[in-house]
């Protein structure tokens, strides 16, 4: 089975541009969160959605970010205009959550984002 | 509102050794789930191993074992005969089953390097 796939691995790009980044999470997996990990803030949660739904933004840094999931299949994270401390490794996670049950988060590979 | 500490950043050990990586967690639910993440040096994030709050029996798996302590809000993991496969990150993370959803709290990670 295919895991979490993010899209592109690696984003190089000119401060003040629009990043979009990409994750088609685990088939049949009704909940989708983006963190960011960079050396000074570790692995931080940005947005998390629930059958579509965005359920928590609060990681969101501002309104520079927004996140959407038009589909069970598909979600974007966009960064505009996009600023050097933008720069981090950007994750992707599925998991299936049932009723009131935590479930486990599968991560994808990750795009690694430099603003230069 | 919840907390995950690791407290050793790095730990150095030789190939076969056995080594202990500690976590403790700070939590007001009675009901939350305990994670364990390796991330190796190609940089995705795998996961390892979940707990919920109401069972606290150990767990192994192969070299890899784990201990929980509610009476001292410890999850430590133990590499059994290290190998230099092992060498990673590994995150401790938290997650509350509240109805804000299930969003995971890492602690800040541990560097484990095995040496040959």
């Known amino acids: 089975d295919a895991g979490v796939i993010q899209s592109p691995r690696h984003e190089v790009t000119e401060m003040g541009q629009e990043v979009t980044l990409r994750c088609k999470p685990i088939?049949?997996?009704?909940?989708l969160f983006w963190y960011r990990q960079t050396m000074m803030r570790g692995l931080e949660l940005l947005i998390y959605?629930?059958?579509?739904?965005?359920?928590?933004d609060s990681g969101m840094p501002e309104d520079r970010f927004s996140a959407k999931m038009p589909n069970a299949s598909f979600s974007t994270l966009k960064i505009q205009p996009s600023e050097p401390r933008d720069s981090a490794v950007y994750f992707c996670?599925?998991?299936?959550?049932?009723?009131?049950?935590?479930?486990?988060?599968?991560f994808g590979p990750g795009t690694r984002l430099t603003v230069l | 509102a919840q907390k995950v500490t690791q407290a050793q950043t790095e730990i150095s050990v030789v190939e076969k050794e056995d080594v202990t990586l500690d976590c403790v967690y700070e939590?007001?639910?009675?009901?939350?789930?305990l994670f364990w993440y390796k991330q190796p040096p190609s940089g995705e994030l795998v996961f390892l191993i979940r707990?919920?709050?109401?069972?606290?029996q150990n767990e192994i798996s192969g070299r890899y074992s784990w201990n929980f302590q509610k009476s001292t809000s410890s999850f430590n993991f133990t590499i059994t005969a290290s190998q230099v496969v092992d060498s990673a990150v590994y995150f401790c993370?938290?997650?509350?089953?509240?109805?804000?959803?299930?969003?995971?709290?890492f602690g800040e990670g541990t560097q484990l390097t095995v040496n040959p």
């Open positions: 996670a599925s998991s299936y959550r049932g009723g009131t049950l935590t479930d486990t988060q599968y």
């Open positions: 088939s049949g997996h009704n909940s």
């Open positions: 959605f629930n059958n579509n739904v965005p359920i928590d």
């Open positions: 939590t007001r639910d009675t009901t939350y789930y």
């Open positions: 707990r919920n709050s109401f069972d606290e």
């Open positions: 993370a938290l997650s509350e089953d509240g109805t804000s959803g299930s969003r995971l709290t």
